[in-house]
């Protein structure tokens, strides 16, 4: 028999009654403020075209890799999930696809999965059943249905999500017409974008060579010398601020940065382009790009945002066949007090710049991170990431950062999502675990209560706008000779 | 004044009234199932024999690392515990160790030990006040009494014990006629063996030597050359697969794994078999050996579990008086991202392929292996192990791999253990703290109760015999020539 | 409107209520316990001059960087909170400097510097109200009166907060001079000291050259030759013993440690004198030093402490204005199980010797230093340090060490801390924080109460005095010729 759905609303608020009716409290200030969301994957042309969006299995299941990695690991092939490889969409049944998914829902118990989707499906959608093999059809045909409707396009669903900034994420090699599109539209809904250099800067991306050639045409500047590349990066980063961007994203292996000269640069640089590349150069390339960057932001403003420590494709076959950003990344050792030192012994105390630093080694927390942020006026901590965007991850990130570093080297959450639908329900997690966490502060009187109150509105709202600069929308500097 | 013995019905329970409520409502549907104890060390020869247990001191205290290393930490000889040098077992009274032990206890607060030991004491052998100098002569002569009885030979507390299978843990260059009399016995128990080769797969360990002497006699094989060294390999684990293994065990120092040629593979043991054993290449045959179990559990379908990362014999004096086992083995950092690569880059796809991954470094837990788990589908988590088979190590377990993994992608309990009497004390606490952790996802709203009834049972029977495949023996293949 | 000042008696209990009453029951028997301090930062001349303290900027703001590091990781300038530089203390106004610090108090909720202050603030000055920019001048007032009369003298103050013991810290080549003033005054406060050889011991420390100029004047031996250097150091330890120490001090990059020969370790002495210094080589004499030092206290009794793992001066324009010990100490990943060998394989079993180990890698935890202390007779683990001096870092301590080490491996509460006016608070917080550890133990019946109690008190007073040896003063051995 199908299970009611009932998603209740203590949900993630610790049992104890003292501690819950706290969270409660506390929640209730935060519950309804509006969404900013700084950093994110969603597609900028949902919001320029407003098309409606596709069926309930292309939009909420092929599309995501904390979906169909679980079931992959249970040994369902990805094409029976209809996951697109490098041949393109499998020709496999939508419905049945949706079937599969639904008959293994329980794979997902426990995990952030089981909230957003069933956020998704009882707040967006309605449903009042659990999603079970028994009910997988009935929301196929009513998830299809809801879609088809204007209430369901990007737009109204954005201003109803109540989003109050969005954040986008290009290359310098990609265009930014669906952002000028968006603008030159009259809608009012806010969707920027953010600076992410990493497939002209990694030598070692398999999109290097054709990035580059992009860079060249989109910027019309010679990116094939050194200062001619940099200019290129200038000139972007202010047509990304005309666009409204506020940071820059960069994802790199490790967090290394370097502190070469110009010259020394400038030989690496043209050493790599003549095909030299090894791991070594390709990593100290990496490294001096973060603190090229951080010069740059000396004179733009825009924020940096430094995602170290995924071993990308780490499943060779399935790269093969699939390409890359199919669940196999995997998370590595990541090490900042040693790799950070070059780029903060240069730029670590200017009041100009702000990094804001993110990892997915949670050992970091307490040893590294919160002891850098606690110190360095440069430093922020981003908040918990990806495989630890998670109530557990969460609280785990700010039981151990928070002694430290305080909670005000945070910034607030990041979504971090190509998953438009779960945008609230990922902001109401974060929003309910902070709650959790401040309330057992304030029942064990390491916080007094108005403390509290003031500080959950500041990790929801105020902190992310501060901290991503959106209340000082950046000048373009137009990009010097 | 002695100290009644009061083991709570509900010990491990978390204390908030409406937690501990719905774990107890879990821990009811669980409590009763029959044991699965698919990986453990005791001794075949007590079912095969049936013969009375010693006395309490060379049962539960000479035995178990667990209490003399402890013990150890605080000064007291291990002579004086009646713990076996090389020149044998010491010639101290029983009695007195066991009132050393007794002394003690106060040291074993808050620890798994205390937990095992107090249901021992009240469950198995009816004590209705606590271990301490004064109860220690009482506790010393009852234990002998029951000893002597029937109710307390092997068969009937296997049987008391509720135990559905049962495996040992055997070399390739053993024997397996324990094993084959407790069949011909006509007894009814199942204890099944594991293949664990690594007397014949490191030649950094001191057994290496003899190991491979009986190998070659046991195996009928030439050892020395590498096609026989693997065909002794495949030989053995068809007899063990007759013997009921589902499984084989690799104890490395490391996880790493290699790909080599036949041929490169065949130089290496040459080399290494000429005497010419550096550290490297070693390491470098034990990686090897990996994947070539792995590729003979293609064929007859052995469940691989990896044990790496423990620093064996630290203490180099003791070693030297006491040799291996003796409470002196450390954990070590260890990674698994890269050093799986070449294993999981070969066959981490292959659905015939089934590894169960074990770790004594916890910050791989939520950073390496729930992120490994949770993609590939040859690969699976075994529960907390060794120094973290405790109530606060089997949480962390859960609340830092499950929001990745799923709790599907883990393989209920391991005992573990050689300390027989223990095992429903050691699985008592596994159920306890399932449920205590389903209880809070209940309790907060991220799982339903209905959810969490059926997963209590799945992580404390299905899982384990699905996952050590216990309900699809497996058919002995016959080597091939 | 300015907020009362309620610092609740039971802060940092669980809510839960059946915890909270356990908890309210162990910390009654610990509460008025006196204090032991066996490990700090406080100045000597404080107790033998007895002179009063300055105003509230220079005692609980400028020297303690728990909190200007906070206000610099948020962009506020040292000097306008009153931190000396290289040349000398800032001519900013200390009422200024306190207040700014006071508008900021915001940046402290939920870190443990809230916790000391408002301890300090309320039960020390006896405030009613919450420090913030409103209150700001009445707390600037009422504590430079109040610091100004004899109740507030340092010695008054050691009598009220009943310290049983305080231990200070000097290097071998510093005086102890007010130490012996102390004795000679007729005072009974018991300050002793603590010997850390750091500054003539690490190659690297910028102290290095003046202090062996020093150690040569003040211990009369010829520094310069090993054989004298060693005499030195026996003949110092022997002073300090003489003063009361029962411990050495050794704050090392790494835990290394190393069992080189007499004739290598001379060697290596008398290379790195003649300036051949490269980090391997001092490194190499840091870790041998290790092993000297273990050997020195076989004969004198000495129990080491080793803090290995801090990353010292890591923002260097920050060190080269404002010098050491500014806040930007972060710490390393740490490795002890390889590192502790070569001393362990030495000495580990020796009972004469007994080493204290820290660390600011709460990693190591459960994987190496919980299995060492639970098997050396030689090792125990000091408490959580620094950054995890704190309430969470305490549980997580006591969480993850106490299943493997125990709680008699550990050694009860150290402050280490220079902030003479919170040390109250700092032991309330420990004695706070074991009592709900042990107190969840006893609601989830893992403990009975009567072993809580017992425990409780051990932790909070008997262990550091046998740990330490404060209960069986030590002979000062007159260093051989």
Chains 1, 2, 3 share one sequence.
Request: charged share 25%; hydrophobic share 40%; proline share 6%.
């Amino acid at each position: 028999m199908a299970q009611p759905l009932i998603f209740h609303d203590d949900r993630l608020f610790p049992a104890d009654p003292t501690t819950r009716g706290i969270a409660r409290e506390l929640y209730a200030l935060v519950e309804k403020l509006p969404i900013i969301s700084p950093h994110g994957h969603t597609d900028p042309s949902w919001f320029s075209t407003n098309a409606p969006f596709e069926d309930a299995c292309d939009l909420l299941l092929a599309p995501d890799h904390y979906l169909y990695r679980m079931l992959y690991s249970q040994g369902i092939a990805l094409k029976d999930l209809r996951v697109p490889s490098k041949e393109g969409v499998p020709n496999t049944d939508p419905r049945k696809a949706w079937k599969l998914f639904a008959s293994n829902f329980h794979l997902f118990r426990a995990t952030p999965s089981w909230l957003w989707l069933n956020y998704v499906f009882s707040k967006v959608f309605g449903f009042q059943v659990r999603l079970s093999a028994e009910t997988a059809d009935k929301y196929f045909d009513e998830i299809n249905a809801q879609l088809a409707t204007d209430a369901f396009r990007p737009r109204a669903l954005f201003d109803r999500f109540n989003i109050e900034l969005l954040a986008t994420t290009e290359g310098p090699h990609e265009s930014l017409n669906h952002h000028h599109a968006i603008r030159d539209s009259g809608w009012k809904g806010r969707v920027v974008t953010a600076y992410r250099p990493d497939a002209v800067v990694d030598f070692e991306d398999e999109r290097f060579g054709d990035a580059m050639q992009r860079f060249a045409e989109v910027s019309g500047h010679d990116v094939y010398s050194w200062a001619g590349y940099l200019e290129a990066h200038r000139s972007r980063r202010a047509d990304f601020i005309a666009a409204g961007a506020t940071s820059t994203d960069h994802g790199h292996p490790t967090a290394a940065t370097a502190d070469l000269s110009a010259a020394e640069s400038e030989a690496l640089f043209q050493s790599l382009l003549k095909g030299d590349v090894t791991p070594e150069k390709a990593e100290l390339f990496r490294a001096q790009m973060l603190t090229e960057m951080a010069k740059m932001s000396l004179d733009d403003g825009l924020v940096m945002q430094i995602h170290p420590g995924s071993t990308r494709n780490h499943n060779r076959q399935l790269f093969e066949a699939y390409g890359r950003d199919k669940g196999a990344d995997i998370p590595a050792k990541t090490e900042y007090v040693q790799a950070l030192r070059p780029l903060l012994g240069k730029l670590g105390n200017d009041p100009r710049l702000s990094i804001i630093l993110f990892t997915l080694d949670e050992t970091t927390y307490s040893r590294e991170l919160a002891p850098l942020a606690g110190h360095y006026p440069t430093l922020k901590l981003g908040p918990s990431w990806w495989f630890h965007d998670s109530p557990e991850g969460m609280m785990r990130f700010r039981e151990q950062v928070t002694e430290t570093a305080g909670l005000y080297n945070t910034v607030g959450f990041n979504d971090d999502t190509r998953a438009f639908l779960s945008i609230p329900a990922r902001h109401d997690v974060a929003r309910r675990v902070d709650s959790a966490f401040l309330a057992r502060m304030v029942a064990e009187h390491r916080m007094d209560l108005n403390e509290a109150a003031e500080t959950v509105v500041d990790l929801a709202y105020n902190l992310p706008k501060q901290a991503y600069k959106l209340d000082q929308p950046l000048t373009a500097t137009p990009a010097a000779a």
